[in-house]
C-alpha cells in the first residue's frame, strides 16, 4: 500500500487544534494517509499532563512533571513570542488532534528531534539545573542557532532518554 506523508513542523510553529484539524481535512481529501507531527523541532509544542509526564529522576536529583513542563514553557516564549499567548498543545489537545485524524483515515506520526533540533529542551534543561553542556550544530532558516545535546554526557543522556520514554508511552498508547 502506498503511504502518503504530509510533514507539518509544528515545533517552530505553533499551529491551533483548528488549524491542525483544518489541514487533517485536506489531507484526507487529496489521499493522504498520514500527518507528521513534527512537535519538537527548535520549538517544543506538546505538553504531557503533569500526571502522564510525571517527574524525573537522574543521579539522585528530582525534576517534578510541573517544573519541567514550566521551563518548557518557558522556553518556548523565550525562543518565539507568539501575539496570541498560546505556546503548546495539551495532551487533551493532542488526543483531540489524534482522535480527530484517526476518524478521517489519517495516521499521526510524532517527530521529536533529539539530539539536535533542540534549542527550547536545552534551555529549559539549563534552567531545571540539567547539565546540558550544548553545541551550536548550525544556525536555521530563522537565523536561531541549532542547538543540540551532547550525547557523551551521561546525566543529560539519562534526563533525555527518561523524558523521552514518556512521549513514547503516550504516543504507543495511541496506537
Do not use: W
Not at 17 to 26: R, S
Not at 74 to 90: D, F, I, R
Not at 106 to 126: E, W, Y
Request: one cysteine or more; aromatic letters at 12%; glycine letters at 8%.
Amino acid at each position: 500500500e502506498f503511504i502518503r506523508i504530509f510533514h507539518l513542523d509544528c515545533g517552530r510553529k505553533y499551529f491551533t487544534v483548528q488549524q491542525i484539524k483544518d489541514i487533517i481535512d485536506q489531507l484526507a481529501a487529496n489521499h493522504y494517509t498520514h500527518i507528521e507531527l513534527a512537535f519538537g523541532n527548535d520549538g517544543f509544542r506538546f505538553l504531557l499532563d503533569e500526571n502522564t509526564l510525571g517527574d524525573i529522576t537522574v543521579e539522585g536529583k528530582t525534576y517534578t512533571a510541573k517544573a519541567i513542563n514550566e521551563a518548557i514553557h518557558n522556553a518556548n516564549v523565550a525562543y518565539c513570542e507568539y501575539k496570541t499567548g498560546s505556546y503548546e498543545l495539551t495532551q487533551s489537545d493532542m488526543d483531540e488532534i489524534i482522535t480527530y485524524a484517526t476518524q478521517k483515515g489519517i495516521g499521526v506520526i510524532p517527530l521529536l528531534n533529539i539530539p539536535g533540533h533542540t534549542n527550547t529542551l536545552v534551555n529549559a534543561m539549563s534552567t531545571l539545573g540539567v547539565p546540558v553542556s550544548p553545541f551550536v550544530s548550525n544556525t536555521n532558516s530563522k537565523g536561531y542557532p541549532t542547538k543540540a545535546f551532547d550525547v557523551d554526557n551521561e546525566a543529560t543522556v539519562a534526563f533525555v532518554e527518561a523524558f523521552v520514554a514518556k512521549y513514547v508511552e503516550y504516543f504507543g498508547s495511541k496506537g
